[in-house]
């Protein structure tokens, strides 16, 4: 199994340009999130899912936006970039909720935004 | 708000034992867990304590009290590999969460 898939790696942004943060999961977890974080700090919660169809906002969704269609994908998109927004992103995924919330996370995706 | 709050850095001895300190302030509290995170990695996980008490997961244990808004991660027989960050994570009713900003565990040989 390939757990948590999070696409590109490293991306590079103009400000202003919009891009997506893919991540897909073959768990069939219901419980996704997404995470950034900055040079030695923790991870913020940007937003998160509970199942299709299901999104919330976290500690700091301004600036994003995502979509959750089906169980397995939960993109992140980035509209008007900016440099505050340059980050590293992580996916991570759960079985359950609260008492079986176990993340699996994914390799994250170095953003930089000029 | 909800925060949590645990040291920026610790600095233990090869073979030693080292505790980490997680102090929590969230509405709807429901579990503490624990992270490990390498330079350039991603978070694992190493536990969660869901009631009072000990967790003990081989080298790794984990304690939680509730009353006190208080848990740690305590490490023994210490290896080199162990040097990271260590994050605790409080997990709330509305299923968000939460991590702390971290602590650096050194290890010196």
């Known amino acids: 199994n390939a757990g948590v898939t999070q696409t590109p790696k490293f991306r590079i942004l103009k400000i202003g340009q919009s891009m997506t943060l893919q991540c897909t999961q073959d768990m069939n977890h219901n419980y996704m999130y997404w995470y950034r974080q900055d040079p030695g700090m923790g991870l913020k919660l940007i937003y998160y899912?509970?199942?299709?169809?299901?999104?919330d906002k976290g500690e700091v969704p301004n600036g994003y936006n995502v979509s959750r269609s089906t169980t397995e994908d939960f993109p992140l998109r980035l509209e008007l970039a900016a440099p505050s927004q340059t980050s590293v992103y992580f996916c991570?995924?759960?079985?359950?909720?609260?008492?079986?919330?176990?993340?699996?996370f994914g390799a994250g995706s170095r953003l930089t935004v000029l | 708000g909800q925060s949590l709050e645990q040291p920026s850095e610790v600095t233990a001895v090869e073979g030693a034992i080292v505790q980490i300190n997680c102090t929590y302030q969230t509405s709807g509290f429901y579990g503490l867990s624990w992270y490990q995170q390498h330079d350039g990695g991603a978070p694992t996980f190493l536990s969660y304590n869901g009631l009072d008490g000990l967790e003990e997961t081989g080298r790794f244990s984990s304690f939680l009290s509730r009353s006190d808004s208080y848990g740690y991660l305590l490490l023994q027989e210490l290896q080199m590999k162990d040097s990271a960050s260590y994050f605790c994570a409080a997990s709330n009713r509305d299923d968000k969460i939460i991590f702390g900003k971290g602590t650096r565990l050194h290890i010196l040989p």
């Open positions: 899912s509970v199942g299709a169809g299901i999104t």
């Open positions: 991570a995924s759960s079985y359950g909720g609260p008492g079986a919330n176990v993340l699996t």
